[in-house]
């Protein structure tokens, strides 16, 4: 996904800084990138196709600093990856420079409109309309802030847009649907679509809201809103240092953030559940919030679907009705929402476009809505009614982890909040419950310490394909599994409910397609019957299963063993046992772990 940096400071100093921004936006995806500085005259831009490497070679000779400039990572959305293609865009002239994230829906009516007037395109992207609109506003006599302002009122769809221009030291900014913060340094200013971008220079950051537009000097920053009337945005000091966006001695920064699990299960939980009493303490949910909630949906993208469907089952049997649907989807299952239906956003980012849209649609239908989600000041946290952090802390990989993890654990201790608020009594097993989930910090621990994933993934490396099997609460797991072993091993996964393998997939099943099969300590022996019928067709198995599960171990020619805990927990720890597995199958074949092709951290397109 497309990310924007803006530097705003003294005289020099821009170029450095402004390639550490990119390169902390790396992990959103991109395939070029580009920067245009200013240093007394019109801006100068240089942009290259591919790697960060490649601009880097190119303003080895190609720019002098300055202190004021824009820079992007482009994710092709319209038009191949080229240099042309790459940000920023100009005008006619070369006066006007603009960086822009998201989609300009009415571009092509714009644009033969300004290309019947005389201006000329040198890309295919939708972006470029929008220096040569500024162009014509500062034809007019317009100054650059009115002249954005009026160029934005032509824009309809989503984004977030910076621009700089010859006529002035200033960045002008705004967002409509795609992030945007500002982050104040001393002297200093930074605008980018994601606080890691400019963690190294500050950790006071302003979260902007859709429509705000910024203009930022040297010596300060004022937001409007898009009638132009003054708006207070208070700065806020992020916790996160530049180490904990940097991948800290870890070869990636996804084997970094599964190693993170124990402390991110801890700042999870830190102070929201008391398993001697039984007591949950969710901040903003305390008991009664929930009282006239009659049905839950979750709507979520990939693992964060997979997440959700933990939570809808959780739900359900504690007497709650529940669902949860893939955001995707949301409109055309058109599922009965109502002022007692809430309605639960599960995202990561906070930013992802298909869970943001589907929320909308809840809100429209006089839906309550609640985000849970890992960014503060996200998108989602803003829009919804309520919002419950993950605190699982940044998230660069793009490969999701810890905070599958943190989102499951969040969603178990909210869910045992809406059951008490809803049936009036807590859920059986509550305190045993709580008391897994405590331990659930130790138990991680204890997987990362003694795993066998890496001599599991090099057994099975030169397989056809892999599948993964469970039944009930692991069902999930099975799906996420199989979605993290694809999404960075590129090898053909699947993830099924383990009784549907008889039903189809087990025409699959071969000696060169292992069988990956998670137990809880529940419904095992059902499990262990597909199990059976894997191995009658010749598959390997390797079960997923506590150190004292027999049957699995009788059955399975591998295991990778989980701590002791309740079977509602146990998803949480075969998920790491999981994660390390893709992990290490994806470095045998060394692939990009960290952006893998096609992929991106955020997606904020539709
Ligand atoms: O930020 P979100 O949680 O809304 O993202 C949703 C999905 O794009 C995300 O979970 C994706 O499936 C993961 N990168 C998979 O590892």
């Known amino acids: 996904m497309c990310g924007i940096i803006a530097r705003i400071g003294g005289n020099d100093g821009a170029v450095d800084e402004l390639l550490t921004g990119l390169e902390n936006l790396e992990y959103r995806g991109y395939d070029s990138a580009g920067l245009a500085v200013k240093n007394g005259s019109g801006p100068e831009v240089v942009k290259r196709e591919g790697e960060i490497s490649h601009l880097k070679e190119a303003l080895a000779d190609e720019v002098p600093d300055g202190g004021l400039g824009i820079g992007h990572t482009r994710w092709s959305t319209h038009g191949p990856p080229t240099d042309a293609n790459a940000h920023p865009h100009t005008d006619c002239t070369g006066d006007v420079a603009i960086v822009h994230n998201g989609i300009i829906e009415n571009y092509d009516e714009l644009k033969s409109e300004l290309a019947d007037r005389g201006h000329e395109f040198t890309s295919d992207t939708d972006t470029e309309v929008v220096p040569h609109l500024v162009e014509e506003a500062l034809d007019d006599g317009d100054d650059p802030e009115t002249a954005f302002r009026r160029t934005i009122e ?107 699990q124990p402390a991110a299960l801890r700042q999870t939980l830190r102070g929201r559940a008391d398993p001697a009493t039984g007591e949950i303490h969710l901040e903003d949910f305390p008991p009664g919030t929930f009282e006239g909630v ?251 299963a506590r150190g004292d599960a027999d049957g699995a171990r009788q059955y399975a020619d591998d295991v990778l063993t989980i701590p002791d805990t309740h079977p509602d927990v146990a998803g949480v720890l075969a998920n790491v046992q999981l994660q390390l597995l893709s992990y290490y199958a994806a470095d045998l074949l060394d692939r990009p772990i960290d952006k893998p092709r096609n992929l991106a951290k955020s997606v904020t397109v539709e």
């Open 154 to 260: 032509k824009l309809s769809g989503s984004y977030a847009v910076a621009m700089i221009t010859s006529h002035d030291h200033a960045v002008y900014a705004t967002r409509r649907g795609s992030p945007l913060v500002l982050g104040v340094s001393d002297g200093e200013y930074f605008l980018a679509s994601d606080v890691p971008a400019f963690l190294d220079f500050t950790d006071d950051v302003v979260y902007l809201d859709d429509g705000d537009v910024v203009v930022v000097e040297p010596d300060g920053h004022r937001i409007t809103s898009a009638d132009g009337e003054r708006v207070d945005r208070a700065i806020r000091t992020v916790d996160w240092d530049p180490e904990d966006a940097g991948k800290g001695g870890y070869d990636h920064y996804m084997l970094k953030e599964i190693h993170e």
């Open 294 to 544: 009659k049905r839950v949906q979750f709507v979520a993208c990939g693992t964060s679907y997979h997440a959700g469907l933990v939570g809808a089952q959780f739900l359900s049997e504690g007497g709650v009705p529940a669902q949860a649907f893939l955001a995707s989807e949301y409109a055309t299952a058109q599922p009965p929402v109502d002022e007692e239906t809430l309605v639960i956003g599960v995202t990561q980012s906070g930013e992802t476009a298909d869970t943001l849209a589907a929320l909308r649609q809840a809100t429209a239908s006089g839906a309550p809505t609640l985000a849970v989600t890992n960014v503060v000041g996200s998108t989602a946290a803003r829009e919804c009614d309520d919002a419950l952090f993950i605190r699982a802390g940044p998230e660069i990989g793009v490969a999701a982890t810890k905070t599958f993890s943190s989102q499951v654990v969040s969603l178990a201790l909210l869910g045992e909040r809406l059951v008490r608020d809803v049936t009036g009594t807590r859920t059986d097993g509550a305190r045993e419950r709580l008391e897994a989930l405590s331990e659930l910090p130790g138990h991680v621990q204890q997987i990362l310490d003694y795993t066998s994933a890496r001599r599991v993934a090099a057994e099975y490396r030169d397989s056809d394909a892999y599948f993964f099997i469970g039944r009930g609460s692991v069902f999930p797991v099975a799906l996420e599994g199989a979605l993290k072993f694809k999404e960075i091993s590129y090898e053909h996964a699947e993830g099924f409910a383990a009784g549907e393998l008889k039903h189809g997939p087990l025409a699959l099943v071969t000696p060169d397609t292992p069988v990956f099969a998670v137990f809880t300590g529940r419904n095992d022996e059902k499990t262990l019957g597909n199990v059976k019928e894997a191995e009658a067709r010749g598959a390997p198995v390797v079960a997923i």
